[in-house]
């Protein structure tokens, strides 16, 4: 479904992702957790291509593309199209109602026809527990409401995959729950999805898979209870025990 393979990214001198490889199957919850400047951020970045790695392959379904060739604008394009970012900072137009954020994509880069959009972000909007707020503005809204649109706008296009960096670390504590209810009832209803979190209760409710990664590499893998309960690195071992105290 979707795949990485000897991904590897360079800021300058400093390499951020070393080859990183992932697979994840369709409808399957991937939690990536690790210390901040472990590489997690960049590489859900560059799994959407916002970040273009030195080398390596990144593969959705049937499309793929090999990092070591020239990357065409429609290669970049075909491939955001499969998936739904999002972000820490929710990354709302402002000057666009609750509804025009959702139905941007769709009518924008789609082309799909407004009424038929609209219709789509009504009923993405009612999933996401926030019907009667359909002709506000992001500013009216808490920063918990601000990410649920955040999350139907995503939804919007319609994806394959949807990646989340962080989503809900610029929240209130109190706001938090409202956001990782939505995403585990799209975790239940078979969304494939990649997140980058540090809600441990999270990741252990709601993960097939999790990976913990440190200095751009990979270091453990596996199950939540494998990884959570009986950690083979020290590494891994030691970030844990950081969380519990």
Same mark, same amino acid.
């Given at each position: 479904?979707?795949? #990485?393979?000897?991904?590897?990214?360079?800021?300058?001198?400093?390499?951020?992702?070393?080859? !990183?490889?992932?697979?994840?199957?369709?409808?399957?919850?991937?939690?990536?957790?690790?210390?901040?400047?472990? %590489?997690?951020?960049?590489?859900?970045?560059?799994? $959407?291509?916002?970040?273009?790695? &030195?080398? %390596?392959?990144?593969?959705?379904?049937?499309?793929?593309?090999? @990092?070591?060739?020239? +990357?065409?604008? *429609? &290669?970049?394009?075909?491939? /955001?199209?499969?998936? %739904? #970012?999002?972000?820490?900072?929710? $990354?709302? @137009?402002?000057?666009?109602?609750?509804?025009?954020?959702?139905?941007?994509? *769709?009518?924008?880069?789609?082309?799909?026809?407004?009424?038929?959009?609209?219709? +789509?972000?009504?009923?993405?909007? &009612?999933?996401?527990?926030?019907?009667?707020?359909?002709?506000?503005?992001?500013?009216?809204?808490?920063? %918990?409401?601000?990410? /649920?649109?955040?999350?139907?706008?995503?939804?919007? !296009?319609?994806?394959? =995959?949807?990646? @989340?960096?962080?989503?809900?670390?610029?929240?209130?504590?109190?706001? !938090?729950?409202?956001?990782?209810?939505?995403?585990?009832?799209?975790?239940?209803?078979?969304?494939?999805?990649? =997140?980058?979190?540090?809600? #441990?209760?999270?990741?252990?409710?709601?993960?097939?898979?999790?990976?913990?990664?440190?200095?751009?590499?990979?270091? &453990? /893998?596996?199950?939540?209870?494998? =990884?959570?309960? $009986?950690?083979?690195?020290?590494?891994?071992?030691?970030?844990?025990?950081?969380?519990?105290?």
């Amino acid at each position: 479904m979707l795949s #990485m393979t000897n991904i590897s990214k360079k800021f300058g001198d400093l390499e951020v992702l070393k080859d !990183i490889s992932i697979n994840v199957d369709q409808g399957k919850v991937i939690v990536v957790i690790g210390p901040s400047g472990s %590489g997690k951020t960049t590489l859900l970045r560059c799994l $959407n291509v916002l970040e273009q790695p &030195e080398r %390596g392959e990144v593969s959705i379904d049937d499309q793929t593309i090999d @990092f070591s060739q020239k +990357v065409t604008k *429609p &290669e970049i394009r075909e491939l /955001r199209k499969q998936t %739904g #970012m999002v972000f820490q900072n929710y $990354n709302l @137009f402002p000057h666009l109602t609750v509804i025009q954020n959702i139905m941007e994509g *769709p009518v924008t880069v789609q082309k799909v026809d407004k009424a038929e959009a609209r219709e +789509v972000a009504i009923r993405l909007l &009612e999933k996401v527990g926030l019907g009667d707020k359909a002709d506000v503005y992001p500013y009216q809204l808490s920063g %918990g409401q601000q990410q /649920r649109v955040g999350i139907a706008r995503a939804m919007a !296009i319609d994806p394959k =995959v949807m990646l @989340f960096d962080e989503p809900t670390s610029a929240l209130d504590p109190e706001l !938090i729950g409202e956001v990782l209810q939505v995403m585990k009832d799209l975790a239940q209803e078979g969304m494939t999805m990649v =997140v980058v979190t540090h809600e #441990m209760s999270f990741a252990k409710d709601v993960a097939d898979e999790v990976v913990f990664m440190d200095g751009g590499y990979i270091v &453990e /893998r596996g199950s939540p209870t494998e =990884v959570f309960e $009986n950690p083979q690195q020290d590494r891994t071992k030691r970030f844990l025990n950081l969380l519990q105290h």
